[in-house]
Nanobody, 125 residues
Framework: QVQLVESGGGLVQAGGSLRLSCAAS????????IGWFRRAPGKERAFVAA????????NYADSVKGRFTISRDNAKNTVYLQMNSLKPEDTAVYYC??????????????????WGQGTQVTVSS
């Protein structure tokens, strides 16, 4: 089964940028739908973005459209989340998750089978 490790989190001022990485081992990331989710303090885990297998494209939460970009580098077996124009409300623990599925990348966290440990993103105002 695939193992996922997130990195790249940190403290940034509002308007700044961060790039999160989700490195996979034990499986080729190209075969998985990969999603990013986040959990803010006192809130439920929420969908951020996902990238599908092959040509099934990407999916974004409305709150991050135009600011965040998900991409994958199959040669490095890594998926990235480029986050620009960060806002204090983006503060959360960010998790990447994977599922073996051919189709549009889902925004439902219950459909993902494998999870990383999370990385903290803090945006100061």
């Amino acid at each position: 089964q695939v193992q996922l490790v997130e990195s790249g989190g940190g403290l940034v001022q509002a308007g700044g940028s961060l790039r999160l990485s989700c490195a996979a081992s034990g499986g080729a990331v190209s075969r998985y739908t990969i999603g990013w989710f986040r959990r803010a303090p006192g809130k439920e885990r929420a969908f951020v973005a996902a990238v599908g297998w092959s040509s099934f494209g990407t999916n974004y939460a409305d709150s991050v459209k135009g600011r965040f970009t998900i991409s994958r580098d199959n040669a490095k077996n890594t998926v990235y989340l480029q986050m620009n124009s960060l806002k204090p409300e983006d503060t959360a623990v960010y998790y990447c998750a994977a599922r073996l599925f051919l189709g549009r990348p889902s925004d439902n966290d219950n459909e993902y089978n494998y999870w990383g440990q999370g990385t903290q993103v803090t945006v100061s105002s």
